[in-house]
């Protein structure tokens, strides 16, 4: 059973910075591309960040590029998202998820975890 | 920048009987749309790719059509396990930008 576990979230003032994690198990971690999705309170979702399986391509929103970082460490099966500057509107819950193939363009996520809670504000 | 609508916002349907969720992209997609449940505090769950192809485990009263533009979820018989707020997303366009409709939040009537 494939599980995606995020970790790192918290409450932080604006212009700081968090790194969240997502510890992956129940698959073959380094032959998938994985992604970043936020929710903002009550609004929708909006993709943030894709990498692909092997870590050489990466892509970012324009809401975060610059800003935010995706990472991920397939020698520990886990997923990073480094989050710098941070903004009260980049105040959301995160997800770790899992793409069905080994790049991120052109597929939807199969598999998502639980979120984890990041709270920006003075 | 392409843009994904859900319509409605808010669906109020009776335990048994068939709910039909839509969604609009601003740009055609082919059949590069997918559908998820999403519950308050699980993760959210895939159940349609491809426009049409249910996920593994999905129950059969999950369905999904559409090509281009106009795509619709029906859900033929509505179970207590069935209300949640359902998500469109496009995966034809990149970059993908607002890929996510706004959802669709199934309530019982």
């Known amino acids: 059973e494939v599980q995606l576990v995020e970790s790192g979230g918290a409450s932080i003032h604006p212009g700081g910075s968090l790194r969240l994690s997502c510890a992956a198990s129940?698959?073959?971690?380094?032959?998938?591309?994985m992604g970043w999705v936020r929710q903002i309170p009550g609004k929708g979702l909006e993709w943030i960040s894709g990498?692909?399986?092997?870590?050489?391509?990466?892509d970012h929103a324009d809401s975060v590029k610059g800003r935010f970082t995706i990472s991920r460490d397939s020698s520990r099966d886990t997923l990073f998202l480094k989050m710098d500057s941070l903004r009260v509107d980049d105040t959301a819950i995160y997800y770790c998820a899992k793409y069905p193939a080994f790049h991120y363009r052109d597929y939807y996520f199969d598999s998502w975890g639980r979120g984890t809670l990041v709270t920006v504000s003075s | 920048e392409i843009v994904m609508t859900q319509s409605p916002a808010t669906l109020s349907v009776s335990p048994g009987e068939r709910a039909t969720l839509s969604c609009r992209a601003s740009?055609?997609?082919?059949?590069?749309l997918a559908w998820y449940q999403h519950k308050p505090g699980q993760s959210p769950r895939l159940l349609i790719y491809g426009a049409s192809t249910r996920a593994t485990g999905v129950p059969v009263r999950f369905s999904g059509s559409g090509y281009g533009t106009d795509f619709t979820l029906t859900i033929s018989s509505l179970q207590s396990d069935d209300f949640a707020v359902y998500y469109c997303h496009q995966y034809n366009r990149w970059p993908p930008g607002w890929a996510f409709g706004q959802g669709t939040k199934l309530e019982v009537k």
């Open positions: 990498i692909s399986a092997s870590g050489s391509d990466r």
């Open positions: 129940g698959f073959t971690f380094s032959r998938r591309a």
């Open positions: 740009q055609g997609v082919r059949s590069n």
